[in-house]
């Protein structure tokens, strides 16, 4: 079992940035790709950033490219999600998930989630 808790969400206005962190605990950290996903009310979740467990590669959504990065700290066993720019559409809940597959970018292929933190960006 590996056991997610985000922290770092808040109320933002457009135009600033938050930083997300996801705290793991449990198996082997450094093991797992580790996903950000976000999911806005009434709508489906969705994919917003990924890094391989060396954190040699990483993922992003078109829609948050060139504004968010994420990057990890396996000796800390946490994972980031710099968020600038903020747009009000980037408003959600958004969860850190790990997974050992491949398919980074299907929220189904994810095996552990943490319980989410809120984002709100204001105009």
């Known amino acids: 079992q590996v056991q997610l808790v985000e922290s770092g969400g808040g109320l933002v206005q457009a135009g600033g940035s938050l930083r997300l962190s996801c705290a793991a605990s449990?198996?082997?950290?450094?093991?797992?790709?580790m996903g950000w996903f976000r999911q806005a009310p009434g709508k489906e979740r969705e994919f917003v950033a990924a890094?391989?467990?060396?954190?040699?590669?990483?993922y992003y959504a078109e829609s948050v490219k060139g504004r968010f990065t994420i990057s990890r700290d396996n000796a800390k066993n946490t994972v980031y999600l710099q968020m600038n720019s903020l747009k009000p559409e980037d408003t959600a809940v958004y969860h850190c998930?790990?997974?050992?597959?491949?398919?980074?970018?299907?929220?189904?292929?994810?095996?552990?989630w943490g319980q989410g933190t809120q984002v709100t960006v204001s105009s």
């Open positions: 998930a790990g997974t050992v597959d491949a398919r980074v970018f299907d929220h189904r292929r994810y095996d552990y």
């Open positions: 449990g198996r082997t950290f450094s093991n797992y790709v």
């Open positions: 890094i391989s467990w060396s954190g040699g590669k990483t």
